[in-house]
Structures are given as structure tokens and as C-alpha cells.
């Protein structure tokens, strides 16, 4: 019984490299003929298949593998854009590239399969001592759940952000927003950045119905398509400019000075990074450090603050302080029962 199993599922792991091998060769003969596409018929003949298993492996690496394909006047070819050239990366270039896809393993609970696979091509170009490294961070990220929407989501955010169009979509209001009906938007995508405080991906772009830039939470983007429209992305600098002041992902909120106190135990600590670019520190004769910053707001820098638990101190602004104080003494409340 134990030989039949092992042979039938040999026989499917079979099937399934067969029908990986007839999928790259579809795709390479597309990806040859470039902007000018070819037939179906024409990809029958140089693959040796039949008209009717070409056309159904077209739909599975359209629909399945997500592969941004076209189709006009009976040819198919592959959306200019959606390979990148290959990068010839030295060995500490593969290693940076490879700490920060790490780094976005630990901030996010979901198997992107565009992260594994950009795992594993990494792995080709480190040394056998890493290769053990990188396997286990792809059986970890095997491990976890696969929400099929969220990264068609991406991926289509990803493509609009490439090809600079306009894309429209139903936002879903946060929950102490209240039971508000989602609102339908077109914004022009600008960036895509990750949150290390909400471990969530966001959609910076400009909202044209509120003619500004707003910050959408991708987990609430409902219903997206992509518009024939396009549009001119701003310049660098002033994008950089207008998101400079964000603490993590907020940035359109009123500007507000912080100052703070760490007390002589964590100030070493506190000088080991530069939390935000706009900071400046102070040692103060007892060893303790002045900290101060100029942030968008104050709802992102709170939770960051409360993180050092007694030792620091808000000085400024005073409803940041009467906040943070009014916090401990709640959770003191807490525990003291």
C-alpha cells in the first residue's frame, strides 16, 4: 500500500515538473518575440504541443502565475516592463539586498510569492555558508498563510506604480472609523511602503477626488482596478520633501516638536541610532540625554515612546505628556488590582 502511494505521488510530482518545463517554454518563446507578440499557432509549432494546450497554459500563467500578459488581434506577448534585466551584484551588494528581504520577513504575516522567489534567486549569488540561511527563511515563510487577494492587490498596485496609471478602488473605513460604506477612490500610485509599527503595507499616492496626497492601508483597498490613464510622477526631492517629517508612515499631520529625557541607563542606546532625521541630542550632567525631533504628529512617536516604559520622560509637547502620563497610571491601576 506504502509503494502504490509513494508511486502515484511520484507520478503527480511528475506531471507537475512536466507541466512547469511546458509553461517556461510558452513563456520564453513570448518573452523572444517581444513587443510584437506572437500567435498561439506560431507558439504551438516551436513548442511541438497542440493549439488547445497552448492556449490553456497561456491562461495559467496569465491567471496562476500571475504573468501580466496581452492578447490583440489573435497574438500574445508579455506587458513591456514585466521582466527586469538581470543584476550582476557583487557578493556584499547580494548580502545588502538579502538583509532587507529578510528584514521585510519580520514584518509581515503573509507568503508573498514574489518575496520567495526573489529569495531564492539571491541564493545563487552567496556562498555555500548562507545557502542554510536563506533555505530557512523560505521554510518559514512557507509557513505562513497565504491571503491570495492581498497579493493580487500588490501585484496590481506594483504594475500601475510601473506603468504610472491611475488606479481606482473601494477604501474600506478603519473600524473606529465606524460602520461608514467604503468610498470608491482614483488615485495616482506613488509609492508603496512598508509600516514597522502595524506590520502592514500602504499605497502612498495622490487622491484625485480630495486633489492631495493621501496613504492608503492596502489591507482595506477593496475592488481595484487599473485605469487607461497616466500620469507624471513627481520629482524625488519633492516627494522625499513631503514625507520627511513621517515617523513611520503618517507624514500629513501638523508638524510638532518632541523633547524628551532618557534617563542615564538607556542613553547609550538612544545615541546608538538616528530615529529620525530631523533629531538632535544632549547629554546632561547626570548622564541622562535631551532628545528632540520635529514629527508629523504625535500618534506614531506615542507608541515608541511608551516602549521605553519609565525610562523617559516627554517634556514637550504638554498634551503628549498628560497623554503618556495618563497611560502608565492606567496600567499601574492595572496591575495594582
Given at each position: 500500500?506504502?509503494?502504490?502511494?509513494?508511486?502515484q505521488?511520484?507520478?503527480?510530482?511528475?506531471?507537475?515538473r512536466d507541466?512547469?518545463?511546458?509553461?517556461?517554454s510558452?513563456?520564453r518563446?513570448l518573452h523572444?518575440?517581444?513587443?510584437?507578440?506572437?500567435t498561439?499557432?506560431?507558439?504551438?509549432?516551436?513548442t511541438?504541443?497542440?493549439q488547445?494546450?497552448?492556449?490553456r497554459?497561456?491562461?495559467?500563467?496569465q491567471?496562476?502565475?500571475?504573468?501580466?500578459?496581452?492578447?490583440?488581434?489573435?497574438?500574445?506577448?508579455?506587458q513591456p516592463?514585466?521582466?527586469?534585466p538581470?543584476?550582476?551584484?557583487?557578493?556584499?551588494e547580494?548580502?545588502?539586498?538579502?538583509?532587507a528581504?529578510?528584514?521585510?520577513?519580520?514584518?509581515?504575516d503573509?507568503?508573498d510569492?514574489?518575496l520567495?522567489?526573489?529569495?531564492?534567486?539571491i541564493?545563487?549569488?552567496l556562498?555555500d555558508?548562507?545557502h542554510?540561511?536563506v533555505?530557512?527563511?523560505?521554510d518559514?515563510?512557507?509557513?505562513?498563510?497565504t491571503?491570495?487577494a492581498y497579493?493580487r492587490r500588490?501585484?496590481d498596485?506594483?504594475r500601475a506604480w510601473?506603468?504610472?496609471?491611475?488606479?481606482?478602488?473601494q477604501?474600506?473605513?478603519?473600524?473606529?472609523d465606524g460602520?461608514?460604506?467604503?468610498?470608491?477612490?482614483e488615485?495616482r500610485?506613488?509609492l508603496?511602503?512598508p509600516s514597522l509599527?502595524?506590520h502592514?503595507?500602504?499605497l502612498?499616492?495622490?487622491?484625485?477626488?480630495?486633489?492631495?496626497?493621501?496613504?492608503?492601508?492596502?489591507?482595506?483597498i477593496?475592488?481595484l482596478?487599473?485605469t487607461l490613464?497616466r500620469?507624471a510622477?513627481?520629482a524625488?526631492a519633492?516627494?522625499?520633501a513631503?514625507?520627511?517629517?513621517?515617523?513611520?508612515?503618517?507624514?500629513?499631520q501638523?508638524?510638532?516638536?518632541v523633547v524628551?529625557r532618557?534617563?542615564?541607563?538607556v542613553a547609550?542606546r538612544v545615541?546608538?541610532?538616528?530615529?529620525?532625521?530631523?533629531?538632535?541630542?544632549?547629554?546632561?550632567?547626570?548622564?541622562s540625554l535631551?532628545w528632540r525631533a520635529?514629527v508629523?504628529?504625535?500618534?506614531?512617536?506615542?507608541?515608541?515612546i511608551?516602549?521605553?516604559?519609565d525610562?523617559?520622560?516627554?517634556l514637550?509637547?504638554?498634551?503628549?505628556?498628560?497623554?503618556?502620563?495618563?497611560?502608565?497610571?492606567?496600567?499601574?491601576?492595572r496591575?495594582?488590582?
Amino acid at each position: 500500500m506504502t509503494d502504490d502511494y509513494d508511486e502515484q505521488d511520484g507520478e503527480r510530482l511528475e506531471g507537475k515538473r512536466d507541466r512547469l518545463a511546458r509553461l517556461l517554454s510558452v513563456l520564453r518563446v513570448l518573452h523572444a518575440h517581444g513587443e510584437a507578440g506572437v500567435t498561439p499557432r506560431e507558439v504551438a509549432r516551436r513548442t511541438g504541443m497542440s493549439q488547445r494546450t497552448v492556449y490553456r497554459d497561456l491562461r495559467a500563467l496569465q491567471n496562476e502565475m500571475q504573468v501580466p500578459l496581452w492578447s490583440d488581434g489573435g497574438r500574445w506577448g508579455v506587458q513591456p516592463g514585466a521582466f527586469l534585466p538581470a543584476l550582476r551584484l557583487t557578493l556584499q551588494e547580494a548580502m545588502a539586498v538579502f538583509l532587507a528581504a529578510r528584514l521585510m520577513t519580520r514584518y509581515t504575516d503573509r507568503f508573498d510569492p514574489s518575496l520567495a522567489s526573489a529569495f531564492s534567486k539571491i541564493e545563487a549569488g552567496l556562498p555555500d555558508a548562507l545557502h542554510g540561511h536563506v533555505e530557512r527563511t523560505l521554510d518559514e515563510m512557507a509557513l505562513r498563510r497565504t491571503d491570495e487577494a492581498y497579493n493580487r492587490r500588490v501585484a496590481d498596485l506594483t504594475r500601475a506604480w510601473a506603468e504610472q496609471r491611475v488606479v481606482r478602488f473601494q477604501y474600506a473605513a478603519a473600524a473606529y472609523d465606524g460602520e461608514r460604506e467604503p468610498e470608491w477612490r482614483e488615485v495616482r500610485p506613488y509609492l508603496l511602503e512598508p509600516s514597522l509599527e502595524t506590520h502592514a503595507l500602504y499605497l502612498i499616492g495622490f487622491d484625485e477626488g480630495r486633489g492631495a496626497l493621501r496613504t492608503f492601508k492596502v489591507e482595506r483597498i477593496l475592488d481595484l482596478s487599473l485605469t487607461l490613464r497616466r500620469f507624471a510622477t513627481p520629482a524625488e526631492a519633492e516627494l522625499a520633501a513631503a514625507l520627511r517629517p513621517a515617523w513611520d508612515i503618517i507624514w500629513d499631520q501638523p508638524a510638532a516638536e518632541v523633547v524628551l529625557r532618557f534617563a542615564p541607563s538607556v542613553a547609550a542606546r538612544v545615541r546608538e541610532a538616528v530615529w529620525h532625521p530631523s533629531q538632535t541630542v544632549a547629554e546632561g550632567p547626570d548622564g541622562s540625554l535631551e532628545w528632540r525631533a520635529t514629527v508629523a504628529g504625535t500618534v506614531e512617536i506615542r507608541l515608541w515612546i511608551l516602549s521605553w516604559g519609565d525610562d523617559v520622560e516627554v517634556l514637550v509637547p504638554e498634551v503628549l505628556r498628560d497623554d503618556v502620563a495618563a497611560t502608565h497610571a492606567r496600567a499601574a491601576a492595572r496591575y495594582g488590582r
